[in-house]
Every structure is written in structure tokens, then in C-alpha cells.
């Protein structure tokens, strides 16, 4: 396993992580708590040392299983980066839009709350980072999420502070970077082969700040595994019966063709190391947070580390 500074003030952190929203037990279809913990083991058996959650995954049950893995084994210096701003706390039906009923809620007061919630579930002093999660812009141009951000590590709260930038909207909301810089340590991108819009601008902001950047949605949702084609289907407690729709599928076939060429240079690799591999090989990305459920899922993610940047 390699290691790296996220940022310039962020911690010290494994190149692959282990991303914890598909162990909360919703949108992925069946888990199994038991398998779900195996796998969290065998990553920090392996050298990961950042754990990736947030209070909506599961609507708390995510951040539970990570502190129960901490608590079987200690926290080391295993970094858990966590988020809020989605609301299930208050939400209700009228709210579900295919993840069960959340609503964007980013008052001081909320983010404030969020974080102690979080805290008590984490069985932890302080968050080792906080991140806002994937807001509108609208949301961001408020003072409240910012200054709940700014007051929370004055206190303690949290070592760093962050923000999960939203899908599809990287260039449109690179700008918060120039204007909160000065308090943001960490940024949360989705970035992988086949979607690379961080690139044009964001990413420069990312460098020129010393902004460390986590990578999620690496592996595109298992797509980049190389394990779906056009006949793959999911079910509807499943998220991707919606973002790997058959009409997205096509789509993204279509579009993999062009690096079916990257892969067979590689003949050794698994699609999904090379694909995460090419996550971390941008200078301006730090860590990539594959998701996974079983432990042989983290055996072949954490090989890509080794393996270098391509």
C-alpha cells in the first residue's frame, strides 16, 4: 500500500480507501452486516487508512459498522472522513427520490447537529474530516454551511473540513474553492475514466489551493469492473437500477470502447485496478474510495496501490 499527504494540510492517507455507503444496507441491494465488517477489516488489514461514510448511508447504519470495526481493533491511524447535509433526520416521503426520503438541509444549526450525531455514532472525540455532502449551489452560497464548518474546528469538532462536490456540476462549483479555500482542506470529486469534467477546472483550483482531492465513484458504480454489459439489470432497492439504467449502460459501453486499448496493455491487471489506478494518476488526486462488500473486493481494489499511478 502507498501512502500520500491529502493536500496540503490534510492528514496522511492510503492511495485507495474503502468507501462506505454500500455497507450501510440501502440503495445496493442485500448486504450482510457480518461480510460487510470482514471487508472493513481486511482493507485495514491491507493498509487502507481511510474510511469514507457519511450520515445518510444507511441513515446512520454506515457509520455504526465502521465504529464497530474501530472498536474491535482501535482506530489507529485510520482517518474517517464522514458527511452531513443530507437530512433523513427530518425528511419524509414526499422527500424520496429513489434513496429513501432525504432532503438538502445546510442551516448552521443543521450541519452543527449533523456532526454531533455523527460523533456519537462514530464513538469519536472529533471527525477527522467533515465534508458537506454534494449540495446544491444554492446551498453553498449561504453562510450557514461554511460558518457551522469554521465554528465546528474551532471547537474541535472536526481536524479538517471539506466538501463532496456535487455530480455533473465540477466546473460550475469549482469556484467555491476561491472563495473558501482559506477553510477547506479536503474536496470529494467524482472522477474516473469515462467522466473527467474535473479536469478542466477544478482540479487547477485543487493544485493551485493545496486542496487534497478524494475520488469517488471510481469504478463508476462496479461499471469499470468490467462485470455489467448491456444486459445487466438491478434491483429496485438498488440505486444503479437508475445511474447504470440500460440507457446509461449503452452509453457508457459505448464510450469504454476507446480504453479498451488502455486495458490490454495490462494484460495482468483486473479492469478494475487499472481503472483505479488512472484515478490517482492526475496530480492533483490523492486518494480514490472504491466502494466494496466483500472482502475479495478490497483484496483486488487495495492491489491497485502498489501498482502505481499508470
Request: proline content about 3%; glycine content about 8%; hydrophobic content about 35%.
Given at each position: 500500500?502507498?501512502?500520500?499527504q491529502?493536500?496540503?494540510?490534510?492528514?496522511k492517507?492510503s492511495?485507495?480507501?474503502?468507501?462506505?455507503?454500500a455497507?450501510?444496507g440501502?440503495?445496493?441491494?442485500?448486504?450482510?452486516?457480518a461480510?460487510?465488517?470482514?471487508?472493513?477489516?481486511?482493507a485495514?488489514?491491507?493498509?487502507?487508512?481511510l474510511?469514507?461514510?457519511?450520515?445518510?448511508?444507511?441513515?446512520?447504519?454506515?457509520?455504526?459498522?465502521?465504529a464497530?470495526?474501530?472498536?474491535?481493533?482501535g482506530?489507529?491511524d485510520?482517518?474517517v472522513?464522514?458527511?452531513?447535509g443530507n437530512?433523513?433526520?427530518?425528511?419524509?416521503?414526499?422527500?424520496?427520490?429513489?434513496?429513501?426520503p432525504?432532503?438538502q438541509?445546510?442551516?448552521?444549526?443543521?450541519?452543527?447537529?449533523?456532526?454531533?450525531?455523527?460523533l456519537?455514532?462514530?464513538?469519536?472525540d472529533?471527525?477527522?474530516?467533515?465534508?458537506?455532502?454534494?449540495?446544491d449551489?444554492?446551498k453553498l452560497?449561504?453562510?450557514g454551511?461554511?460558518?457551522a464548518?469554521?465554528?465546528?474546528?474551532?471547537?474541535g469538532k472536526?481536524?479538517?473540513?471539506g466538501?463532496?462536490?456535487q455530480?455533473?456540476?465540477?466546473?460550475?462549483?469549482?469556484?467555491?474553492?476561491?472563495?473558501?479555500h482559506?477553510?477547506?482542506?479536503?474536496?470529494q470529486?467524482r472522477?474516473n475514466?469515462?467522466?473527467r469534467?474535473?479536469e478542466?477546472?477544478?482540479?487547477?483550483?485543487?493544485l493551485?489551493y493545496g486542496?487534497?482531492?478524494?475520488?469517488?465513484?471510481?469504478?463508476?458504480?462496479?461499471?469499470?469492473t468490467g462485470?455489467?454489459?448491456r444486459?445487466?439489470t438491478?434491483?429496485?432497492?438498488?440505486?444503479?437500477?437508475?445511474?447504470?439504467?440500460?440507457?446509461?449502460?449503452?452509453?457508457?459501453?459505448?464510450q469504454?470502447?476507446?480504453?479498451?486499448?488502455?486495458?490490454?496493455?495490462?494484460?495482468?491487471q483486473?479492469?478494475?485496478?487499472?481503472s483505479?489506478?488512472f484515478?490517482t494518476?492526475h496530480?492533483a488526486?490523492?486518494?480514490?474510495i472504491?466502494?466494496?462488500?466483500?472482502?475479495?473486493?478490497?483484496i483486488?481494489?487495495?492491489?491497485?496501490?502498489?501498482?502505481g499511478?499508470?
Amino acid at each position: 500500500m502507498r501512502y500520500t499527504q491529502l493536500g496540503e494540510r490534510g492528514p496522511k492517507v492510503s492511495t485507495v480507501g474503502f468507501g462506505a455507503w454500500a455497507i450501510g444496507g440501502m440503495n445496493w441491494g442485500k448486504t450482510d452486516d457480518a461480510v460487510s465488517k470482514r471487508a472493513l477489516h481486511k482493507a485495514l488489514d491491507l493498509g487502507v487508512t481511510l474510511i469514507d461514510t457519511a450520515d445518510v448511508y444507511g441513515f446512520g447504519h454506515s457509520e455504526e459498522l465502521v465504529a464497530q470495526v474501530l472498536k474491535e481493533r482501535g482506530k489507529g491511524d485510520v482517518i474517517v472522513a464522514t458527511k452531513a447535509g443530507n437530512d433523513f433526520y427530518n425528511a419524509d416521503d414526499k422527500d424520496d427520490e429513489g434513496y429513501g426520503p432525504i432532503r438538502q438541509t445546510y442551516t448552521k444549526e443543521y450541519i452543527m447537529f449533523a456532526a454531533e450525531q455523527s460523533l456519537k455514532r462514530l464513538q469519536l472525540d472529533a471527525l477527522d474530516i467533515l465534508q458537506l455532502h454534494s449540495p446544491d449551489l444554492e446551498k453553498l452560497e449561504q453562510d450557514g454551511p461554511w460558518e457551522a464548518l469554521q465554528q465546528l474546528k474551532q471547537e474541535g469538532k472536526i481536524k479538517h473540513a471539506g466538501l463532496s462536490i456535487q455530480s455533473f456540476q465540477e466546473t460550475n462549483q469549482a469556484h467555491l474553492l476561491d472563495a473558501h479555500h482559506d477553510l477547506l482542506d479536503v474536496i470529494q470529486v467524482r472522477y474516473n475514466l469515462l467522466e473527467r469534467e474535473a479536469e478542466k477546472v477544478l482540479f487547477p483550483k485543487a493544485l493551485e489551493y493545496g486542496i487534497g482531492v478524494i475520488v469517488r465513484i471510481p469504478l463508476l458504480f462496479g461499471f469499470l469492473t468490467g462485470k455489467f454489459d448491456r444486459t445487466s439489470t438491478f434491483g429496485k432497492d438498488d440505486h444503479r437500477s437508475m445511474n447504470l439504467s440500460k440507457e446509461k449502460l449503452e452509453q457508457y459501453l459505448n464510450q469504454l470502447e476507446e480504453y479498451e486499448t488502455l486495458y490490454a496493455k495490462y494484460p495482468n491487471q483486473t479492469k478494475a485496478q487499472v481503472s483505479l489506478r488512472f484515478c490517482t494518476t492526475h496530480p492533483a488526486c490523492h486518494v480514490s474510495i472504491p466502494g466494496a462488500k466483500t472482502e475479495q473486493q478490497v483484496i483486488d481494489n487495495c492491489a491497485a496501490s502498489d501498482l502505481g499511478d499508470l
